[in-house]
């Protein structure tokens, strides 16, 4: 099976539409967060949402956990998805947007084996898993540009039954070794495919044929 590509950190509908041409199945939107180099003002979340032509799913990250929070901000925003980035997210909030027909994305940030339980206790309600280098507990929520232990993502991929997202720290130069080594279902980059905080052509055609070359 293909390993699916999600350019995230998209922060205008030019980047998106950029990211698109060189194959991304998605693209993330990072609203407002504690920390981190990608975040966007919502309404320009909004506006590079509508934009996404289908198949290509507009997913928007979002800090917020209580369900009223997120809720509210996914019906303004109507992404395909919304990436929870801050812990696991009340039941209520996955069915809330359950009920808005929006896909939950959950994020565990891979700090050690504790990860593997986090995430089979996400699987039971999300759509999707993605596999971050954030360190919750300091405010950093993601978009470190930094690896984690590929080891235990593996393992949190063998146990797992939905789909996992892999990122943090992916490059065109590495692509190749994280589908063969921990073979998730889409590989997720932001830093790796930018110059000067701007999202560039040359490294993002590198990024796809090096997954195409895996
Ligand atoms: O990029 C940000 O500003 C950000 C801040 C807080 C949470 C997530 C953020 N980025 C979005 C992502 O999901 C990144 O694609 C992911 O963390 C990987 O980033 P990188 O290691 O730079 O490829």
Known sequence: MRTRLKVCCIV???EA??????????????????SGPGIIPDETCAAIARAAPPPVASVLLTSRT????????AE??????VQLVDGAASPEAHEALRRLGIHAIQVVHVEDETALPLAQEAARTASAVL???????????????ERHDWNISREIIAALEIPVFLAGGLTPANAPEA??????FALDVCSGVRTAGALDPTKLDAFARAMASA
Do not use: C, F, Y
């Open 12 to 14: 205008s509908v030019a």
């Open 17 to 34: 539409r950029l990211a698109i041409a060189h194959g991304a199945d998605a693209v993330g939107l990072v609203s407002a967060m504690p």
């Open 66 to 73: 209580e369900a009223s929070g997120v809720a509210e901000q």
């Open 76 to 81: 303004r925003i109507r992404p395909s998805a």
């Open 131 to 145: 596999l971050d280098s954030g360190r919750p507990s300091e405010g950093v929520l993601g978009g470190t540009g």
């Open 179 to 184: 589908i063969q080594r921990v073979r998730p």
